[in-house]
């Protein structure tokens, strides 16, 4: 709707290097999957990227735009406290925060939450609006000045843009499961301590080097005893150069 995703693109894609940051290869728009490790080299960055592409507003988009900068600060705050190791009731209270901000100006997002249809009736409904508006205008040229004129297209623009989120409203929402784990992350924290000693990605790695590795250099029948037996002996080898 304002065009801002060139920006958007070319901001991400001139980041510089950094240590523990891996410069992206393609932008923003171009990824189709956003793999774990992907996800959490964007967090530490993207409000800035955001920032410089809403820049140079004008009057009409200043509360939108300000609206999705607060939205995605607030989320990539939660996200990175989520991150620390211990927590006290100053910490869960920011995050508590973050989300109610979060929740509270997320609606800009919601036509990014639609079906594929919605956008097009949307849209065609903005267009019908818009005629409406310019015909009216047409009409009374002859009776208002230029820069009455355009006074009024400043405040049309309003009016489509409350008439378009008010179609969309009821089609969109963030209530889906990913979002809704959010909300128990604080009493999650007050109940069972630090989340992260119940992580899975130890796991996760441990099967990849444990099971995954062990099984390629296995004759892949009856694996599970030669699985066992390769580990133990790459096991004793670490023990014995230690």
Not at 19 to 33: C, D, N
Not at 141 to 161: C, E, F, L, W
Request: hydrophobic fraction near 35%.
């Amino acid at each position: 709707m304002y065009k801002r995703q060139q920006a958007f693109d070319y901001a991400w894609k001139e980041i510089p290097p950094y240590p523990g940051f891996s410069v992206p290869k393609r932008a923003y728009s171009e990824v189709t999957q956003w793999h774990r490790n992907k996800m959490r080299n964007l967090g530490p960055c993207i409000s800035a990227v955001l920032a410089s592409a809403l820049r140079n507003t004008d009057s009409s988009q200043h509360h939108h735009f300000n609206n999705a900068l607060m939205c995605v600060v607030a989320l990539v705050d939660f996200s990175l406290m989520t991150q620390y190791r211990s927590h006290t009731l100053d910490t869960l209270a920011y995050m508590e925060r973050y989300l109610q901000t979060f929740h509270q100006t997320n609606d800009i997002f919601l036509e990014f939450r639609t079906a594929k249809s919605t956008p097009a009736e949307v849209n065609h409904q903005d267009l019908e609006l818009r005629r409406l508006m310019v015909n009216q205008i047409a009409q009374e040229a002859h009776h208002i000045s230029a820069a009455q004129r355009r006074r009024q297209a400043d405040q049309n623009r309003p009016q489509r843009v409350n008439r378009r989120a008010d179609f969309i409203q009821p089609e969109n929402h963030f209530n889906f499961i990913k979002m809704h784990y959010l909300s128990h992350f604080v009493s999650h924290v007050r109940h069972f301590g630090s989340i992260l000693m119940y992580s899975t990605e130890m796991g996760e790695l441990a099967h990849k080097q444990q099971i995954k590795e062990s099984y390629r250099r296995s004759n892949k029948n009856n694996a599970a005893p030669q699985i066992l037996s390769y580990y133990g002996r790459k096991h004793a080898l670490g023990m014995r150069l230690q």
